[in-house]
């Protein structure tokens, strides 16, 4: 690695970034952003590529696994539907303007998208389940206007769908627990399930194919506000506002570990599961100093006698990680509440963005690069990016924060 190491910083937003989602080929990044914008960038070169717009504090996006749609959600109950190639708005769905659009997600073959709908000030929320290739052959609304420099700038749209419920839905699961809400949802076991997120810190897995709750248990004595699947290791991760990351077993539903940072304790606002090659991994067979019955002993092989290291930091860190091909990684970023950024120094608030190995809780590195919450965090491969309440969009190497 070397030794000069700069974070990427995209200026775009004037408000609080509220979430980031890399294009599924990992060339773009979209941000979403209090002060109603989404903006496209290529970050390779801290370029804007696009800028979507609402009328509202857009909370939520997510992306088509086709990478041919985006779909952003507001506070004030609007759902766009965008066509990423031609950045045209295609569709736009009206939900009552007392609710908050706090998720959307889309399933892996993209026949499905599920939208969480919180009410403002109340305990109602709900789930609702569309059918994507129905909602968009729905007769389209009038084309936004593209300028020069790529601006999205939707027109008044002459028909908006509307309805007492949910619009157009293929199904709606609503919230019946008293005294907490859904907070988010996500298509899980080849989309047949959806596991959701509550606010009085339960998870439950729900098979809305046959309408049944498959499995629910409290993990978190606060608002559980983000969580991650791997499916490879079978694995979710939760943040949550207890300052707690929790690690469960997905085909279990079982606690496996967890997580607090402290020094300060912090509202974990958002976490990530990112695998990354492992660059001290030594291919099992090689010539070696010790016997072959050995070799594939993967746990307890001594790897420093495989390889040569130019220091004794390399061999430790080589050992650290004994020699797996992959690392597993649980990345979160929060802070304290955002009402006492002002009067909170940078360095007391809880703004670093922490790295653990997932199994074993080791924390492997930290660093800090926002002036305030990190309030959201999105992973491709090796890169992870970090929204900010700063407003701010960073994007990080997390290889130079574990090997350089």
């Not at 804007?48 to 088509?64: G, T």
């Not at 997580?259 to 090659?277: E, G, M, W």
């Not at 099992?284 to 594939?296: A, C, H, R």
């Not at 690069?369 to 491969?381: E, I, R, S």
Request: aromatic share 10%.
């Amino acid at each position: 690695m070397s030794s000069v190491y700069k974070t990427k910083n995209l200026q775009g937003h004037e408000r609080p970034i509220k979430q980031l989602k890399f294009s599924k080929d990992g060339k773009y990044i979209f941000s979403a952003s209090a002060d109603r914008k989404v903006i496209k960038w290529n970050y390779k070169n801290s370029s804007k590529d696009s800028v979507y717009m609402h009328n509202a504090s857009v909370n939520v996006i997510c992306l088509s696994n086709s990478n041919k749609y985006m779909l952003s959600g507001d506070g004030a109950g609007l759902i766009y539907v965008w066509d990423i190639n031609t950045n045209e708005n295609i569709k736009k769905i009206s939900l009552d303007k007392l609710y908050n659009i706090t998720s959307l997600n889309v399933s892996s073959d993209d026949i499905y998208f599920i939208a969480t709908c919180s009410e403002r000030g109340k305990q109602n929320s709900f789930i609702a389940i569309y059918l994507l290739e129905d909602i968009i052959k729905i007769e389209k609304d009038d084309n936004p206007t593209i300028t020069e420099n790529k601006l999205q700038v939707p027109s008044e749209m002459k028909k908006t769908i509307k309805a007492e419920k949910a619009p157009n839905v293929f199904k709606q699961i609503n919230c019946t627990k008293e005294n907490t809400k859904f907070i988010k949802s996500c298509f899980t076991n080849m989309d047949k399930s959806i596991l959701i997120s509550r606010e009085d810190g339960v998870l439950e897995m729900y098979d809305f194919i046959n309408n049944t709750l498959i499995s629910s248990d409290k993990f978190h004595n606060g608002e559980i506000l983000d969580f991650d699947i791997n499916y490879e290791n079978g694995i979710i991760i939760t943040s949550s506002k207890d300052g707690e990351m929790s690690l469960i077993n997905l085909n279990t539903f079982k606690l496996m570990n967890k997580f607090k940072p402290i020094n300060p304790v912090r509202l974990l606002n958002s976490c990530q599961i990112a695998v990354i090659d492992n660059p001290y991994y030594v291919v099992p067979g090689m010539k070696s100093e010790i016997s072959i019955d050995t070799l594939f002993d993967l746990n307890t092989m001594d790897i420093t006698k495989l390889r040569y290291f130019e220091n004794e930091s390399d061999k430790e860190k080589a050992q650290k990680f004994k020699n797996k091909k992959q690392i597993v990684l649980a990345c979160v970023g929060g802070g304290q509440d955002s009402k006492f950024v002002t009067t909170t120094q940078q360095k007391e608030g809880g703004f670093e963005i922490i790295i653990y190995n997932v199994f074993t809780g080791e924390k492997l590195a930290e660093f800090l690069d926002h002036f305030g919450p990190v309030n959201t965090l999105a992973v491709y491969k090796d890169i992870i990016c970090s929204g900010g309440e700063d407003s701010s969009v960073k994007v990080h190497d997390i290889k130079h924060y574990l090997f350089s």
